[in-house]
């Protein structure tokens, strides 16, 4: 398979009105590498662990509502950019289908990672990962940048710490479980794409 990243867009970053612009930058000045988008939950997540607070959820189903979220979020995307990126754009749910897109040169494939959750990472030699708050897409982007022997960008709202990135959970800038689901990555970069 060709060099691949796994790109993170922060679920925070979805109703700013200059994300389509940012996204064609960002894209646009990066090395022609192929890469596995992943889009956060934001805002609704953020509902759900409010139920869970109230006691009226549990983490579980709450988990699993959360990765339904974006994947609805990374279909709205997908449909809103597919045309704007300049690059190959697919919409992929199936891990091994979107590996095989990422094999064509500058692909850009948009991932609903339900099914990799429940089947791929289900069987993952170091366990699944937790069904609970401390997973958030930061980990799930990581655990399917191992997957995929891939580098990994997250695109945040906010810049990273000074720290190094395999310390970023201390200051709550990632979640954390991410130090455990990351800890195989050699590269691991972050983007507050409000600014950059």
């Not at 646009?28 to 662990?49: F, K, M, T």
């Not at 959750?117 to 980990?139: F, I, K, M, Q, Y």
Request: glycine share 6%; charged share 20%.
């Amino acid at each position: 398979m060709t060099a691949v990243r796994v790109v993170k867009i922060g679920g925070s970053l979805l109703n700013w009105d200059e994300l389509d612009f940012a996204l064609q930058r960002w894209f646009g000045s990066r090395p022609p590498v192929s890469s596995l988008v992943v889009v956060g939950g934001g805002q609704a997540v953020d509902s759900l662990r409010t139920e869970c607070q109230q006691g009226t959820m549990d983490d579980v189903t709450a988990h699993w509502e959360a990765i339904y979220t974006m994947d609805r979020h990374t279909q709205t995307l997908f449909d809103r950019m597919r045309g704007q990126l300049g690059h190959t754009c697919t919409l992929e749910s199936q891990l091994p289908v979107a590996q095989l897109r990422l094999n064509t040169p500058n692909a850009i494939v948009f991932f609903q990672c339900a099914s990799f959750l429940r089947s791929d990472d289900a069987a993952h030699s170091n366990g699944p990962l937790p069904c609970d708050w401390s997973v958030t897409s930061d980990s799930i982007a990581a655990r399917l940048a191992e997957t995929l022997h891939a580098n990994l960008v997250l695109l945040k709202s906010t810049t990273p710490p000074d720290e190094p990135w395999r310390e970023w959970d201390r200051p709550g800038f990632v979640d954390t479980f991410f130090p455990v689901a990351a800890q195989e990555l050699n590269i691991v970069e972050a983007v507050n794409l409000r600014k950059w």
